[in-house]
């Protein structure tokens, strides 16, 4: 049989100042409710009418709901989205294990009703954990959401995992573990108000444990099936570190941010056990492991996005490789892009002291102390992309980190300071964009007041984007369109309510892009004063990700008919076949010839057929960037060569046969 609620738990809703409603009579009459929705800044009356009903369904006193809505209105008025938030507050209150103690804490403690609201305004993915696990939100509200070391994260995942072992089990583990603490981090930063490099270095933190979970479960996953891995050269265990490019790198995490990871093992091998393995495909069989546990959608979302696509070879590349090939790769091939991703790289999970090496072994490559031509010209390519593409995405303030003048601009231009820097000066070797900043200045690559407005703008512009991606945990960096989202938008971001609100914030962001791209820009001058612009065949030889608008520009001009086809032979020429000769250098010494060797082919009766035969020649000499080279200092001989390729197949296929041939013609 079921019971009728008791009279206390359906107490009627009684607004301060009025008379309680008879039996039968809707909670609140509606000219009271209307004053107090307007009070409040709510828009729904029905929608609040059925909230502040199902308070006392929820067991509320009477004396609890009165109290509550005489509290109410004043402090949703203020937040922006005050109807959303009315109705997480109900929701809230009747997920709570007790809620007469929940509304006996908000009548006695009137800033735990204020915090609550203000998470609830800030972001509906907020809302939704926190009614979701509302023990996590009393534990945030009496720890105030205070900064935590990575070691005591660390250690409440592993109490969190409870040595569960079973995937599954795991992954709901890290996905209620990020939950949580993305609500102890919002707290702190929306109601505590802490620093932005706090928040950021919070964020950093949790996504370091998670990684590192998530590996160590990985590998003894696949270790169960597939044995231990061993190093052939020492017989003792092989193992794999995680290096964090971009922003957790860096150490300066969004709220919702792709993770950039590249894995390394210390060496090949193969593994102990009955269904044994090499030890690439063990650790090819762990970071996919890896990926799943982090990536994975569940009930509970993911932890985070994973990109590996910044590893040696790009998607092309296995997914772990093995220290001394690592090494070899950049030195042999890295280009000055990928130097650039490794200004931010950090080791976060696995075997430290590996990872730690590899950084070391890194430095030297990263950061020249010696600029060569090629590294110059490499540098000189990577300023004019940052030029180009602000030009040509153009004056979208729409986007605060892909506009001009936004983020990415920023971020670019000061790793790009840091290469050209870096080697003379180790101080300002560092992945956090605004210690860089800081260091920079201190050692005269930017003056004070530069210094002063790009840690004011920058900062200004990841808290707006977080505020963005806070909301409902998506990665956006732009900025609503309709007024009333932009609103809510300038209350989060602490502006208040209100057109003149809106109006601030449109000014600070507006003035923020403009000053920077007038910084950025003289940056830029400054630090190739000399620098003309060169032709669009370099750029093509250097870009590793041409548009392919931009490659149809470019090898039109030449005669190409095939232009797909030129492009993959032009990609052709800048790469050696032999292993221990550098592509890098290869590319660069192509790149200075570009111009006058795609000229040259163009001016033959078949430019294709003949950039065809040039790739054959080129691949049987066995180092092209000798080639190049020669070319450089001895134009004649450039033209003689394309002649040859361009006279028959027969001449060609002798020259492939024959590559001392050349030598002797010249």
């Known amino acids: 049989m079921v019971r009728p609620p008791s009279p206390t738990a359906c107490a009627p809703v009684i607004i301060p100042g009025t008379v309680a409603p008879s039996a039968g009579e809707p909670p609140v009459g509606g000219g009271d409710l209307a004053g107090w929705c307007a009070r409040a800044g709510l828009d729904d009356h029905g929608s609040a009418a059925r909230s502040l009903a199902a308070l006392g369904s929820h067991g ?52 735990a009703l204020e915090t609550l609201l203000r998470l609830f305004a800030a972001s509906p993915y907020l809302a939704e954990v926190t009614i979701g696990d509302p023990e996590a939100w009393e534990r945030v509200r009496v720890d105030q959401g205070r900064p935590e070391k990575r070691e005591a994260l660390a250690a409440s995942l592993a109490t969190e995992l ?22 102890r981090i919002a707290y702190g930063d929306i109601v505590g108000g802490q620093r932005f490099e706090t928040v950021v270095t919070q964020l950093s933190h949790v996504a370091d444990c998670i990684v590192q979970a998530a590996v160590r479960t990985a590998v003894e996953s696949v270790a169960l ?13 092989a193992t794999i ?74 998607g092309a590349g296995p997914a772990s490789l093995a220290l ?84 990415r601009d920023v971020e670019f231009t000061i790793q790009f300071l840091q290469l050209l820097g870096g080697g003379d000066t180790p101080r300002v070797r560092t992945g956090a964009t605004l210690e860089a900043i800081r260091r920079l200045a201190e050692t005269g690559g930017l003056t004070d007041q530069e210094r002063e407005i790009l840690e004011r703008t920058y900062t200004l512009l990841r808290t707006v984007e977080h505020r963005l991606q806070v909301l409902y945990d998506r990665q956006t960096h ?12 300038a209350a989060r971001a602490g502006y208040g309510c209100g057109p003149q609100a809106s109006a601030r914030l449109h000014e600070d962001l507006a003035a923020a892009s403009d000053v920077n791209r007038r910084i950025l820009d003289h940056l830029l001058h400054d630090a190739f004063p000399d620098d003309v612009a060169p032709e669009p065949e370099v750029d093509l030889v250097l870009d590793p990700a041409p548009s392919a608008t931009f490659v149809h520009e470019v090898l039109s001009r030449h005669g190409f008919r095939d232009i797909a086809g030129a492009h993959r032979g032009l990609v052709a020429l800048a790469e050696e076949k032999v292993r221990f000769l550098s592509s890098r250098r290869c590319r660069h010494f192509l790149a200075a010839i570009a111009p006058r060797l795609l000229a040259a082919i163009g001016r033959t009766p078949e430019p294709d057929a ?48 024959n590559p001392g041939m050349i030598d002797e013609l010249l």
């Not at 964090?244 to 894995?263: H, P, Q, R, T």
């Not at 732009?478 to 938008?489: I, K, M, N, Q, S």
């Not at 134009?635 to 492939?656: G, N, Q, W």
């Open 324 to 407: 001394e090939p690592m090494l070899h790769y950049y030195d042999r091939q890295g280009r000055t892009w990928e130097r650039q991703a490794w200004v931010k790289a950090r080791c976060v999970a696995g075997d430290e002291s590996l990872g730690n090496r590899l950084l070391r072994e890194l430095e030297p490559w990263v950061y020249r102390r010696w600029l060569t031509r090629a590294d110059i010209s490499g540098i000189r390519a990577l300023k004019r992309r940052i030029e180009q593409r602000a030009a040509r995405e153009g004056d979208d303030a729409a986007d605060v980190k892909h506009g001009r003048g936004g983020i």
């Open 478 to 489: 732009r900025l609503p369109t309709d007024d009333a989202e932009f609103g809510r938008l």
């Open 225 to 237: 099936r597939r044995g231990r891995p061993i190093d052939e050269a020492s017989g003792g265990p």
């Open 162 to 183: 409870g040595g569960a072992a079973d995937t599954d089990t795991v992954m709901r583990a890290l996905r209620r573990f990020k939950r949580r603490q993305m609500l």
């Open 241 to 314: 570190a995680v290096i964090a490019l971009g922003k957790l790198g860096g150490g300066e995490l969004n709220y919702s941010s792709d993770i950039d990871l590249v894995f390394v093992h210390s060496a090949e091998g193969r593994t102990a056990g009955p269904r044994a393995c090499t030890n690439r495909e063990f650790f090819e069989r762990v970071v996919q492991e890896t990926v799943r546990l982090v990536a994975e959608p569940t009930d509970l979302g993911i932890c985070y996005r994973v990109d590996l696509r910044l590893r040696p070879h790009g």
């Open 60 to 111: 509320l006193t009477a004396d609890l709901v009165a109290t509550l809505c005489e509290r109410l209105p004043p402090l949703l008025h203020g937040l922006g989205d005050a109807d959303r938030v009315l109705v997480a507050l109900e929701r809230f209150i009747g997920a709570v294990r007790s809620p007469l103690a929940t509304g006996a804490l908000f009548e006695r403690d009137p800033r």
């Open 610 to 657: 003949t950039l065809i035969n040039l790739v054959s020649v080129s691949d049987s000499l066995g180092g092209k960037g000798v080639l190049w080279e020669l070319f450089s200092f001895h134009p004649p001989s450039l033209d003689l060569t394309v002649r040859l390729c361009s006279s028959s197949p027969f001449l060609a296929r002798l020259l492939v046969g």
